[in-house]
């Protein structure tokens, strides 16, 4: 079993979403939209309302409404669960974000990893299409058509970044390109696009059938609704969990049975790793931010082979385009092989960080702006660890 | 008239075409498809989806060699990815990758010299509650250990019996 405790996205009715903004008109859905406080669901935490109101005030003969389906954040899983569980609330959403924005089209960019999801959700997009959920004239609204289809990733994290994303859309490496222009401005193929993860989409259908008020009375005042969290690594019951934005972390590791823990990661790879002592902080936009990913460390475990572990990942999947990306994440990762060795000076490690930290300043994209951060957290708090090793305790 | 193996991929990549379109969008689906039928995707046809495009075949090889899951290099009928990241790693990769290697004569990276397996890491698949987790083609296995690795190994080799048909995309084990 995946799914650990009661989801709200289960009691949601299929298509009521669509329903209900079909009844308002654009401005309407998006007023709710906005009302409702939603940051995207992803990690980076924009709110929905006004990415969508931007998108709907540009001018231009094509818009494209696209769901990044490309879950690769190490530690995140809740998207495979929402995408296989319930599609066609994504598909509401989706379909709600173009009749808000004016747009026609949808994309789904399915991570290549998913391809077995793909048959099922090929068999739901049909599905809706036979029964004017999709296509010309739906549900008989005048002057709103829109269809959705999906296009398969081919394994690349980067492609998770927006604009990278739109550039894999295209044909193109997946890139990221320079921001402003932001792309719901000139997104897809120069045209105002909309870009919001799977979760995001799916609350969005959530809150066009129970309302904004409704949403705002869960969480807190600046992360409202709740939160999909993926819970994975030394615990009891590993899943996916639905909690309240505002959780702290000692809640969700009480709940998931992981209590003894040492330290877990929040954010994935390109998270934040918080030390017990720290357990009571919440997990919401304004303190720990995440975009699902909740990895657990038990009492035992070492955290520089995790912060190997990492940075391999981020060594592999860096785009290439941008030096201190390219080049920051390799000297990262020979270094704290160094200190798994043994053989890292303190001055060295004092550069490292120093080098961490111009990374997070001078990398063109989010990947490389946040690969240090779990190195750089992990040396803040388990410095007493990784100094000074001696050859018997390194591993090869 | 003798016809060729490569006017056989012409006319292949003509289809495609046709089916996905000569915009620069159509390239990777393109790309995807010649990868699902060939487990390649050689110099001769990266000039050939470049001619029908109208660009430039450094661009195909560009997002050839750019993607995890085009290959320039023959891979197997079956590509076997095990998952390298954080939560598989906690929950025991290691020995699974170990019997991996030892059951298909092969370290990671390489193919088998039947042509029939290749051996790959992959970076999270998104099944960090079930880890350790590999992919198969496109089939996922979970809760992999090193004793259930023959077991997946002989479902794959099912598929070359002479009694199985072959279908285009061995998806299905």
């Given at each position: 079993?995946?799914?650990?405790?009661?989801?709200?996205?289960?009691?949601?009715?299929?298509?009521?979403?669509?329903?209900?903004?079909?009844?308002?008109?654009?401005?309407?859905?998006?007023?709710?939209?906005?009302?409702?406080?939603?940051?995207?669901?992803?990690?980076?935490?924009?709110?929905?309302?006004?990415?969508?109101?931007?998108?709907?005030?540009?001018?231009a003969?094509?818009?494209?409404?696209?769901?990044?389906?490309?879950?690769?954040?190490?530690?995140?899983?809740?998207?495979?669960?929402?995408?296989?569980?319930?599609?066609?609330?994504?598909?509401?959403?989706?379909?709600?974000?173009?009749?808000?924005?004016?747009?026609a089209?949808?994309?789904?960019?399915?991570?290549?990893?998913?391809?077995?999801?793909?048959?099922?959700?090929?068999?739901?997009?049909?599905?809706?299409?036979?029964?004017?959920?999709?296509?010309?004239?739906?549900?008989?609204?005048?002057?709103?058509?829109?269809?959705?289809?999906?296009?398969?990733?081919?394994?690349?994290?980067?492609?998770?970044?927006?604009?990278?994303?739109?550039?894999?859309?295209?044909?193109?490496?997946?890139?990221?390109?320079?921001?402003?222009?932001?792309?719901?401005?000139?997104?897809?193929?120069?045209?105002?696009?909309?870009?919001?993860?799977?979760?995001?989409?799916?609350?969005?259908?959530?809150?066009?059938?129970?309302?904004?008020?409704?949403?705002?009375?869960?969480?807190?005042?600046?992360?409202?609704?709740?939160?999909?969290?993926?819970?994975?690594?030394?615990?009891?019951?590993?899943?996916?969990?639905?909690?309240?934005?505002?959780?702290?972390?000692?809640?969700?590791?009480?709940?998931?049975?992981?209590?003894?823990?040492k330290?877990?990661?929040?954010?994935?790879?390109?998270?934040?790793?918080?030390?017990?002592?720290?357990?009571?902080?919440?997990?919401?936009?304004?303190?720990?931010?995440?975009?699902?990913?909740v990895?657990v460390?038990?009492?035992?475990?070492?955290?520089?082979?995790?912060?190997?572990?990492?940075?391999?990942?981020?060594?592999?999947?860096?785009?290439?385009q941008?030096?201190?990306?390219?080049?920051?994440?390799?000297?990262?990762?020979?270094?704290?092989?160094?200190?798994?060795?043994?053989?890292?000076?303190?001055?060295?490690?004092?550069?490292?960080?120093?080098?961490?930290?111009?990374?997070?300043?001078?990398?063109?994209?989010?990947?490389?702006?946040?690969?240090?951060?779990?190195?750089?957290?992990?040396?803040?708090?388990?410095?007493?660890?990784?100094?000074?090793?001696?050859?018997?305790?390194?591993?090869? | 008239?003798?016809?060729?193996?490569?006017?056989?991929?012409?006319?292949?990549?003509?289809?495609?075409?046709?089916?996905h379109?000569?915009?620069?969008?159509?390239?990777?689906?393109?790309?995807?498809?010649?990868?699902?039928?060939?487990?390649?995707?050689?110099?001769?046809?990266?000039?050939?989806?470049?001619?029908?495009?109208?660009?430039?075949?450094?661009?195909?090889?560009?997002?050839?060699?750019?993607?995890?899951?085009l290959n320039?290099?023959?891979?197997?009928?079956?590509?076997?990815?095990?998952?390298?990241?954080?939560?598989?790693?906690?929950a025991?990769?290691?020995?699974?990758?170990?019997?991996?290697?030892?059951?298909?004569?092969?370290?990671?990276?390489?193919?088998?010299?039947?042509?029939?397996?290749?051996?790959?890491?992959?970076?999270?698949?998104g099944?960090?509650?079930?880890?350790?987790?590999?992919?198969?083609?496109?089939?996922?296995?979970?809760?992999?250990?090193s004793?259930?690795?023959?077991?997946?190994?002989?479902?794959?080799?099912?598929?070359?019996s002479?009694?199985?048909?072959?279908?285009?995309?061995?998806?299905?084990?």
């Open positions: 079993m995946t799914i650990r405790n009661d989801m709200t996205l289960a009691s949601v009715p299929v298509n009521a979403g669509l329903t209900a903004a079909l009844k308002m008109d654009r401005a309407g859905v998006i007023g709710v939209i906005r009302n409702s406080a939603m940051k995207g669901r992803g990690g980076a935490g924009f709110p929905t309302g006004v990415k969508w109101n931007l998108a709907a005030a540009a001018q003969p094509r818009k494209f409404v696209v769901c990044n389906a490309d879950e690769g954040e190490p530690g995140t899983f809740k998207d495979r669960v929402i995408l296989s569980e319930w599609p066609d609330l994504v598909f509401d959403g989706m379909t709600i974000a173009g009749y808000a924005i004016g747009a089209e949808g994309i789904l960019y399915l991570r290549g990893e998913y391809t077995y999801l793909r048959k099922g959700m090929e068999d739901c997009l049909a599905k809706r299409r036979g029964t004017s959920l999709l296509g010309e004239r739906i549900r008989d609204k005048d002057g709103f058509s829109f269809d959705i289809h999906i296009h398969m990733g081919c394994g690349a994290y980067v492609c998770g970044e927006e604009t990278a994303l739109i550039e894999s859309l295209e044909g193109h490496r997946g890139e990221a390109r320079n921001r402003p222009p932001f792309p719901v401005n000139t997104g897809l193929n120069g045209a105002p696009t909309i870009v919001n993860n799977v979760e995001t989409f799916a609350w969005a259908a959530a809150i066009c059938v129970k309302g904004a008020d409704w949403f705002k009375t869960i969480g807190t005042a600046k992360s409202t609704g709740p939160k999909i969290l993926s819970v994975s690594g030394d615990v009891e019951r590993p899943g996916v969990y639905e909690f309240p934005m505002g959780t702290t972390i000692q809640d969700v590791l009480k709940v998931a049975g992981g209590e003894n823990a330290t877990v990661v929040i954010g994935g790879a390109s998270g934040h790793c918080v030390p017990a002592a720290e357990f009571s902080r919440a997990i919401s936009y304004e303190d720990v931010a995440t975009g699902g990913s990895i460390f038990g009492p035992g475990r070492d955290m520089l082979d995790a912060a190997e572990n990492f940075l391999a990942f981020f060594a592999d999947e860096s785009c290439g941008c030096t201190p990306c390219r080049i920051g994440n390799v000297r990262l990762l020979e270094g704290v092989r160094m200190l798994q060795r043994g053989e890292c000076s303190t001055k060295y490690l004092h550069e490292l960080c120093s080098l961490g930290e111009t990374m997070q300043i001078a990398s063109k994209c989010g990947l490389g702006q946040s690969s240090p951060n779990a190195l750089l957290s992990i040396v803040k708090h388990f410095r007493h660890e990784i100094l000074g090793r001696t050859p018997a305790e390194a591993k090869a | 008239m003798l016809n060729t193996q490569q006017d056989r991929l012409m006319a292949e990549i003509d289809e495609l075409v046709t089916r379109g000569s915009q620069r969008n159509a390239l990777i689906p393109i790309l995807q498809s010649l990868q699902t039928r060939h487990h390649t995707i050689s110099d001769f046809a990266m000039q050939a989806v470049a001619d029908r495009l109208g660009v430039h075949p450094v661009e195909v090889y560009g997002v050839v060699t750019f993607y995890a899951f320039e290099e023959y891979h197997g009928r079956f590509v076997i990815r095990l998952c390298r990241t954080i939560s598989c790693d906690m025991g990769k290691e020995a699974v990758a170990r019997q991996l290697c030892n059951d298909l004569g092969i370290e990671f990276g390489q193919t088998t010299p039947d042509g029939r397996f290749t051996l790959e890491w992959a970076n999270c698949i099944m960090c509650d079930q880890g350790p987790a590999m992919l198969v083609n496109d089939q996922v296995f979970t809760r992999v250990t004793e259930k690795v023959h077991d997946i190994l002989a479902s794959c080799e099912k598929a070359f002479p009694h199985t048909p072959q279908t285009e995309e061995e998806h299905a084990l």
